[in-house]
């Protein structure tokens, strides 16, 4: 009862609120309206038209703005950012061309070619050619002692083939072979007789010889070499070869 007991004198009616009754002491309150409902218009496109507002500027065309000058003595900088720039503008001017040619790439070497070497093919040495020459022939001069009758033929017939009377001499020799049929030495010299003129006779004449010179080394010998003379005027160089070889064994 203490609380209320300096409201000893006649008060005020209390407030009631709610109702609208306004406040003792407090302007009245501004009632909102309530907003409109709009409703979606079920015929219409659904495409909102817009227009531009009169009397206004367009908000679409660019506006340029001047650039407020700075008063006498201010800068944009701080005192900070200016030291800042006046030690990057005091370093040499090489530092940039080293930090340029850093962030510029270098260009890659490219390998050097190496040139292809083709091999060199060498052409087969050329054999030189083997020119049979004529082997040197010297005809046996000396023989066996024979019996007089042959010998005095033999003679007859040396001076025949010096005086170039070959067909003499050849039928002369062949009368005394048929003296002394197995008489070596008398083939051979027809064998000397008929080289020039009929080379194969004379190997056949020659050989002949060879046969018959049974224990006479010497005139088997030259027998042989006469046989690879014959066979060389025959150009059978390889027969010729294989008579001298048999001839180098006596």
């Known amino acids: 009862m203490t609380g209320c007991a300096e409201f000893y004198d006649a008060q005020p009616p209390a407030p009631v609120y709610g109702n609208g009754t306004p406040l003792y002491g407090n302007t009245p309150l501004p009632q909102e309206k309530p907003k409109p409902i709009i409703e979606p ?24 703005l001047k650039p407020e000058s700075l008063p006498s003595g201010q800068s944009i900088l701080t005192p900070a950012q200016e030291r800042e720039l006046a030690a990057l ?29 083709e091999p060199v093919i060498e052409p087969p040495p050329v054999e030189p050619e083997v020119v049979n020459k004529p082997s040197s022939f010297e005809p046996l001069q000396t023989f066996t002692p024979m019996t007089p009758v042959v010998n005095t033929l033999v003679l007859a017939a040396n001076e025949d083939s010096q005086k170039g ?40 004449l020659a050989k002949k010889s060879a046969q018959l010179a049974a224990n006479n080394a010497s005139l088997k010998k030259h027998s042989w070499l006469l046989v690879a003379k014959a066979r060389e005027m ?9 008579a001298r070889d048999r001839a180098n064994k006596f």
């Open 165 to 204: 009377n070959v067909e003499s001499a050849t039928t002369t020799l062949e009368r005394a072979s048929r003296i002394e049929p197995r008489n070596a030495t008398l083939y051979y010299k027809l064998a000397l007789l008929k080289l020039k003129s009929n080379p194969s006779q004379a190997e056949n």
């Open 41 to 64: 218009s079920q015929n219409g496109t659904g495409v909102v038209k817009t227009e531009p507002l009169k009397g206004g500027e367009s908000t679409t065309s660019p506006r340029i």
């Open 234 to 242: 025959q150009n059978n160089f390889d027969g010729a070869k294989e």
């Open 89 to 117: 503008q005091q370093k040499p001017f090489l530092s940039d061309l080293n930090i340029e040619q850093e962030l510029t790439p270098k260009p890659k070497h490219k390998p050097k070619s190496v040139p292809i070497v």
